[in-house]
């Protein structure tokens, strides 16, 4: 599931945040992808130049960890 930021009142720069790619789970993990980076992250499966810049888990009744 992506998460279209244009339906959210982000404030900021709007063509900084179509560089990256959120992506959730109903388990409670978010992934933020760097679309733009030119990097292959050495984990990713695939070819394309794309790199995860922060994962966080959010469970009921603990804090969100993020790494």
């Known amino acids: 599931m992506a998460l279209n930021c244009r339906k959210h009142n982000l404030r900021g720069d ?4 179509e560089n990256f790619l959120l ?6 993990m978010l992934h933020r ?8 992250d ?3 499966i695939g070819t394309t130049p ?5 994962r966080w888990i959010f469970w009921k009744n603990r804090d969100p960890l993020h790494w």
């Open 42 to 44: 050495e984990y990713s």
């Open 50 to 54: 794309i790199c995860e810049t922060g």
């Open 14 to 17: 709007r063509d900084a945040i």
């Open 33 to 40: 992808m760097n679309l733009a980076s030119g990097i292959r």
């Open 23 to 28: 992506v959730g789970t109903y388990g409670g």
